[in-house]
Nanobody
């Protein structure tokens, strides 16, 4: 499985950004694709996930109502639309395909950095 993120960058507080993750080689057994993030000096944490065969989505409480995960199966791409960004959203964002229910043992992209700063 290969995952390639793009779309990160510098944005002002209150701004928006859309991340993309192009997915290839995904197993037919894969149930979800998700986004995690790692802020400086912190552990990686769950952000959002979406079903690969349906559109069931789940979000971390810290991003609920501000971030939207979606996918375009025709393009094999998963998106993360981020609104009302604040400095606490500054992190490297990773696209992940879990190994069964194990995200840590799954396939991770190289990450795309997001910096929220004025």
């Amino acid at each position: 499985v290969q995952l390639a993120e793009s779309g990160g960058g510098l944005v002002q507080p209150g701004g928006s950004l859309r991340l993309s993750c192009e997915v290839s080689g995904l197993s037919l057994d894969t149930d979800y694709v998700g986004w995690f993030r790692q802020a400086p000096g912190k552990e990686r944490g769950f952000v959002a996930r979406i079903g690969w065969s349906d559109t069931t989505a789940a979000y971390a409480d810290s991003v609920k109502g501000r971030f939207t995960i979606s996918r375009d199966n025709a393009r094999n791409t998963v998106y993360l639309q981020m609104e009302s960004l604040n400095v606490e959203d500054t992190a490297v964002y990773y696209c992940v395909a879990p190994d069964g229910n194990d995200w840590a043992r799954g396939s991770w992209g190289q990450g795309t950095p997001v910096t929220v700063s004025s």
